[in-house]
């Protein structure tokens, strides 16, 4: 079966990085989009950013334009969120998610939590 599992996140101080990491199994990985989302508590969850099953078309939530960077190995059926100068309110559960087609996401990870302290 798919799937999809997150590591990387942690605890880090206002204005530091982490890099995300989601590992995918179960699927022709090449084949899908990957997309991040976040969900902070008490809040929806909403999207972060999403790559293409080339990798060269990229899209970012106009809150983490400029300072996340998402990219893919479609050799290690891996993809990563790169989080530089990250802020308090980016502290969240980070989730990685997979689509087969253009109806949405099919296959959800279970998140890794990022905390970001001010």
């Known amino acids: 079966q798919v799937q999809l599992v997150e590591s990387g996140g942690g605890l880090v101080q206002s204005g530091g990085s982490l890099r995300l990491s989601c590992a995918a199994s179960?699927?022709?990985?090449?084949?899908?989009?990957m997309g991040w989302f976040r969900q902070a508590p008490g809040k929806e969850r909403e999207f972060v950013s999403r790559?293409?099953?080339?990798?060269?078309?990229?899209y970012y939530a106009n809150s983490v334009k400029g300072r996340f960077t998402i990219s893919r190995d479609n050799a290690k059926n891996t993809v990563y969120l790169q989080m530089n100068s990250l802020k308090p309110e980016d502290t969240a559960v980070y989730y990685c998610?997979?689509?087969?087609?253009?109806?949405?996401?099919?296959?959800w990870g279970q998140g890794t939590q990022v905390t970001v302290s001010s």
């Open positions: 998610a997979a689509a087969m087609g253009i109806s949405g996401y099919n296959y």
């Open positions: 179960g699927l022709t990985f090449s084949t899908v989009t």
């Open positions: 790559i293409m099953r080339s990798g060269g078309s990229t």
